[in-house]
C-alpha cells in the first residue's frame, strides 16, 4: 500500500496542527556543517525523537544482544554524542573509547566520564568516524554506532575506517533509522513533515546495508529491525498511529512499519 493511501484510510489529514514542534532540516555543505550542527546541540542536548529513558533502555537492551557474548577488551563508539550508549555498556569491557566529530559533545561526554565509577578505563577523543586516527589497526573488540551512521556522508570510508581498527573477530553493530520505514518513505512527505535533521542525512534500508557491508569487506552476522517511533518529530497522533503499525510490522514480518535497522557483521577472512 502507498504511503499516502494509507495515511488516508488512517484518516491522518488534520493531524499537522497536533504537534508540537516541527523539525527543521538544517543546509549541509561540507563536513564542518555536520559539525557546527552538533557542536550547537551539545549546548542544551536532549533526546530529540522521544522519551529519553525508554529509548535509551531499548537501545542498550538490543546492543547488550549483539555485541559479543564474550566481553572484555576494547569497545568504542563512533559517533558517541554524550556517550550514554557506551558508559553504560563499559563495565563489560576492559577499556572503553568514545569518539565524536563534535567538541562539544566530547566535552559533554567527558563531564559524564568524570562522576562514573569506571571512569578510569573510559576515554573520549575527538576523531571523525572517517578517520579514525585514535584507534591503532586490529586493536578493537567491538565498535557500535547508534543514531549516528545516517548523518555520515561517507559511508564507504566510514566503513573502511572500522574494518581497518576491528580485530580478525571483532563485531560491528550499528542501530540506525530504517530506510524503507513508511514515515520517511511516504507519510511525512504527504503530511508536509521533515524527517532529516541535517540535508546531508542518508536512511538506508537493509538491501543496501547488506551490500554496502558486502562491498566494504564485511561478512554479515544478523540484520532486523526495531521498535524506533520518532515521536518528537511526528505529531502526537501520528506517533500513536506508528506505534500501532510498529506492532503489526513486528507480528507480521512488515519492514516498512518499523522504525529503526540493526546490523551486526564481522571482518571478511578473505579481504
Same mark, same amino acid.
Given at each position: 500500500m502507498r504511503g499516502d493511501r494509507l495515511f488516508r484510510g488512517l484518516g491522518l489529514a488534520a493531524i499537522p496542527s497536533l504537534n508540537r514542534k516541527r523539525l527543521t532540516s538544517h543546509t549541509v555543505r561540507q563536513a564542518d556543517d555536520v559539525r557546527a550542527f552538533f557542536d550547537n546541540v551539545a549546548r542544551d542536548y536532549r533526546e530529540s525523537h522521544g522519551h529519553a529513558a525508554t529509548l535509551l533502555r531499548d537501545r542498550?537492551?538490543?546492543?547488550?544482544?549483539?555485541?559479543?557474548?564474550?566481553?572484555?577488551?576494547?569497545?568504542v563508539e563512533i559517533g558517541c554524542g554524550p556517550g550514554q550508549h557506551l558508559l553504560a555498556l563499559a563495565e563489560h569491557f576492559e577499556r572503553a573509547i568514545g569518539l565524536d566529530l563534535s567538541p562539544a559533545m566530547i566535552e559533554l561526554a567527558e563531564s559524564l566520564r568524570r562522576q562514573h565509577p569506571l571512569r578510569d578505563r573510559i576515554a573520549f577523543a575527538?576523531?571523525?568516524a572517517e578517520r579514525l586516527a585514535t584507534l591503532c589497526p586490529t586493536s578493537v573488540d567491538a565498535l557500535f554506532c547508534v543514531g549516528a551512521f545516517e548523518h555520515m556522508p561517507d559511508r564507504e570510508? /566510514?566503513?573502511?575506517?572500522?574494518?581497518?581498527?576491528?580485530?580478525?573477530?571483532g563485531r560491528f553493530v550499528c542501530?540506525?533509522?530504517?530506510?524503507?520505514?513508511?514515515?520517511?518513505?511516504?507519510i511525512a512527505a504527504h503530511m508536509g513533515y521533515e524527517v532529516r535533521h541535517l540535508t546531508s542525512d542518508q536512511f538506508i534500508t537493509e538491501g543496501e546495508f547488506r551490500a554496502l557491508l558486502a562491498a566494504s569487506g564485511f561478512t554479515l552476522v544478523t540484520a532486523g529491525y526495531w521498535s524506533f517511533i520518532p515521536r518528537g518529530d511526528m505529531p502526537a497522533l501520528a506517533g500513536t498511529i506508528m506505534s500501532?503499525?510498529?506492532?503489526?510490522?513486528? /507480528?507480521f514480518g512488515i519492514p516498512g512499519f518499523r522504525g529503526g535497522l540493526y546490523i551486526a557483521a564481522t571482518p571478511s577472512p578473505d579481504r
Open positions: 542498550l537492551h538490543l546492543l547488550r544482544a549483539l555485541l559479543p557474548k564474550k566481553c572484555g577488551g576494547l569497545l575527538v576523531d571523525p570510508q /566510514v566503513l573502511q575506517q572500522i574494518r581497518r581498527v576491528l580485530k580478525p573477530e542501530l540506525t533509522p530504517n530506510g524503507s520505514y513508511l514515515w520517511y518513505t511516504g500501532t503499525l510498529d506492532a503489526l510490522g513486528r /507480528v
